[in-house]
């Protein structure tokens, strides 16, 4: 079955939006920390017939290459979710309270004992969910995804 441990969360519904948010940010690819280096600037002929371009060329690359580093040896920031797997759900899609939300996260456990570190400070009301509901939300889980892949098979089969 499942090789990689999975977690459930609970949270308050009013909580879902700003952890959406969270689940769904990369950092590496938010130009409020990497600048933007135009794709021609790697082009040596677009480089070649415009030189006028070459210094403020440097410069940028060199801010995004200074920017890459650092992003690397921020561990908070390298706890990204976005590439992980998870799914939010509403409580009602399950059967569960229907004003709560629930996170369901499978990754290595290094990953899931700092994201949830993370995720507790961001999301106040965050808390691990009891293992009856746990079991409940990681069943509903893989019952769909062997919904959705046999429905795939049926379609390309």
Same mark, same amino acid.
């Given at each position: 079955m499942r090789s990689i441990p999975a977690r459930v969360y609970v949270l308050n519904s009013s909580d879902a939006a700003a952890l959406k948010k969270i689940l769904e940010y990369d950092p590496y690819l938010d130009p409020?920390? $990497?600048? #933007?280096?135009p794709k021609e600037w790697d082009d040596p002929k677009y480089m070649e017939k415009h030189p006028e371009v070459a210094?403020?060329?440097a410069q940028k690359k060199k801010e995004a290459d200074e920017a890459i580093n650092k992003l690397k040896n921020d561990k908070d920031l390298n706890t990204i979710f976005a590439r992980q797997d998870c799914q939010l759900k509403d409580g009602v899609s399950l059967g569960l309270d229907r004003e709560k939300s629930y996170l369901y996260l499978s990754a290595d456990d290094s990953f899931l004992e700092a994201g949830e570190a993370k995720l507790r #400070?961001? $999301?106040g009301s965050l808390q691990r969910a009891p293992p009856e509901v746990e079991k409940k939300v990681i069943e509903t889980v893989e019952e769909e995804r062997q919904k959705s892949d046999q429905g795939l098979g049926f379609v390309f089969g």
């Open positions: 409020n920390l $990497i600048p #933007k280096v210094q403020e060329a #400070k961001s $999301i």
